[in-house]
Each structure stands twice: as structure tokens, then as C-alpha cells.
């Protein structure tokens, strides 16, 4: 029980793609052994309709706020909507940009992911994102032949932020969560296009994330049946004979971080390098 790790909400809010906020988090967050962060990422956040959405989503599940906005009215706002909840909110290249300021001696040009070029790359990434955000969690299954990998998998297997990371490099990702006796969309089994991988874990390491992630949820949620042991095998089980029936790729991820399981993807159908 002494090694075990306690988890915090780490909300990453960017005007871009994130991966800026993505980086500095995750380098902060390594500094602490005993302590992992469960990530939200809220890439293209650009108004307050947007950001909104996201303040609604930290306060149901506390933590920590990095930010990276351009726009100084909609950052003032975030600050304080984010001292009325109750949780730290940090403007990560503030203080950065501030010492170049001084030492260059020159204005400050405020533009959205100026560090992006204006390219095709950029866009496919833009757009990638866009699609990966609008298919999370079963979202949108009409449009799955579209996709360039469809991840599925039980809740808790990383599905969202392995999604985010790969959209992040221009791969048009939708997840599925995987329910024993729910069937998957039919669209999912007409879809030829897109690359179809099913993630899992042990069923130690589901429930210990489970335990942790559960904040927030509504009053009728079955906790005990959401982090019991034999559920979850149970769960894990009907995971793997699915993909297994439909000759879909399985990815382990109990001792991968969101990158290495993204490259075991991106390894599986090579013409997404």
C-alpha cells in the first residue's frame, strides 16, 4: 500500500493543439513518483461558450489548470472563474514570454499557435483534431469509415488521451467504449478504412484507476460494481473474444505510457508514419 500512487485531475486548456501544455504537464508532473495525473486535454479553445463547457468539466473534477490562451480577456476570465471553484490556474508561457519581453526589449505579438507553420501538415492536424474530439466515446458513428484508426476498449484503458495523441500527428482517431452486452455500432463493422485496435489491461490496474476516476459521477452510479475485481475481468474477457471474433489488433497498456501505445498503433498499419 506504500507504493501506491494517488491521482490528480490535470486540465490542460489551450487556444492550439495542446501539445505545449501536454509537454510541460507531463515534465512537471514526472517530478512527483508518488502521484500520477489523470489528463484532460481542451485543445482549440477560443471562446468563452468553449471554455464554459470546460469549467464545467474541472468542477466536477477538480485539479490543476495550465493554460496556454492568447486572447488576455478570455485568460483573465479563466483565472477567475478558476479562484471562484477553488483550484490553481497557471498561464504556462507567461513568465517565459515576459523574460523574453524584457531581454528583447521588443512587443509582445499575441497570436494564436504562432510555433505552428501555416502548412498541409498543420491543417491535417487541425482537422484530425476536430474529427478525434468529435468521435470520443462513441460520438458520431455514422462517419467511423473515415477515420484512420478506431481505438476500442472497457473504460479505463487510455482510449481518449491515446485518441488526443495520435489526432495531435494528423491521425483522425474515434474511440468505442466496449460494454458486455452492448453491441458495437454497425457502422464500425461496415468501416474498411480505418485501422481497428482494441486496448486492455490487467484487471489490477483498471480497478486501482477506476477507484481513482470515479469523482463525479452521477448518484445512481454502482461504484462497487464499477471497481469489483471479477466485474472487471469479466469485462475484460468479452473485450478480448470481440477482438479476437473480428481479428482486431490488442494492445496491452498497463505498463504503457500514451506514447509508446500510440506507436504500438501507428506500428500496426505503417502508412500512418
Known amino acids: 500500500m506504500e507504493?501506491?500512487?494517488?491521482?490528480?485531475?490535470?486540465?490542460?486548456?489551450?487556444?492550439?493543439?495542446?501539445?505545449?501544455?501536454?509537454?510541460?504537464?507531463?515534465?512537471?508532473?514526472?517530478?512527483?513518483?508518488?502521484?500520477?495525473?489523470?489528463?484532460h486535454v481542451y485543445p482549440l479553445v477560443?471562446?468563452?461558450?468553449?471554455?464554459?463547457?470546460?469549467l464545467d468539466a474541472v468542477d466536477r473534477e477538480p485539479g490543476i489548470v495550465l493554460y496556454t490562451i492568447v486572447d488576455q480577456e478570455l485568460a483573465r476570465w479563466l483565472d477567475t472563474r478558476c479562484r471562484e471553484i477553488g483550484v490553481p490556474c497557471v498561464n504556462v508561457l507567461e513568465p517565459v514570454l515576459a523574460v523574453f519581453q524584457t531581454y528583447l526589449g521588443a512587443p509582445l505579438r499575441w497570436k494564436v499557435g504562432a510555433q505552428h507553420a501555416l502548412n498541409a501538415e498543420y491543417f491535417a492536424r487541425i482537422e484530425a483534431l476536430n474529427f478525434t474530439m468529435d468521435h470520443d466515446d462513441g460520438q458520431m458513428a455514422e462517419d467511423y469509415d473515415q477515420a484512420d484508426v478506431v481505438i476500442i476498449g472497457i473504460s479505463r484503458t487510455s482510449k481518449t488521451p491515446t485518441s488526443i495523441y495520435l489526432a495531435n500527428r494528423g491521425i483522425k482517431t474515434a474511440n468505442?467504449?466496449?460494454?458486455?452486452?452492448?453491441?458495437?455500432?454497425?457502422?464500425?463493422?461496415?468501416?474498411?478504412?480505418?485501422?481497428?485496435?482494441?486496448?486492455?489491461?490487467?484487471?489490477?490496474?483498471?480497478?486501482?484507476?477506476?477507484?481513482?476516476?470515479?469523482?463525479?459521477?452521477?448518484?445512481?452510479?454502482?461504484?462497487?460494481?464499477?471497481?469489483?475485481?471479477?466485474?472487471?475481468?469479466?469485462?475484460?474477457?468479452?473485450?478480448?473474444?470481440?477482438?479476437?471474433?473480428?481479428?482486431?489488433?490488442?494492445?496491452?497498456?498497463?505498463?504503457?505510457?500514451?506514447e509508446e501505445t500510440a506507436a504500438a498503433i501507428v506500428a500496426l498499419r505503417p502508412k500512418l508514419r
Open 3 to 39: 507504493n501506491r500512487k494517488n491521482f490528480f485531475h490535470l486540465h490542460l486548456i489551450s487556444d492550439s493543439t495542446g501539445e505545449t501544455l501536454i509537454s510541460a504537464g507531463r515534465a512537471a508532473a514526472a517530478q512527483f513518483q508518488n502521484s500520477m495525473s489523470i489528463e
Open 46 to 54: 477560443r471562446n468563452r461558450k468553449q471554455l464554459l463547457s470546460v
Open 176 to 258: 468505442i467504449p466496449i460494454v458486455p452486452g452492448i453491441e458495437l455500432p454497425e457502422a464500425l463493422h461496415r468501416a474498411t478504412r480505418p485501422l481497428i485496435v482494441g486496448l486492455v489491461a490487467t484487471t489490477d490496474r483498471i480497478s486501482q484507476v477506476r477507484e481513482n476516476r470515479e469523482l463525479g459521477t452521477s448518484q445512481s452510479f454502482d461504484r462497487s460494481q464499477y471497481t469489483n475485481r471479477a466485474t472487471i475481468n469479466e469485462e475484460l474477457k468479452y473485450a478480448r473474444a470481440l477482438c479476437t471474433r473480428h481479428g482486431w489488433p490488442i494492445i496491452d497498456v498497463t505498463r504503457r505510457s500514451i
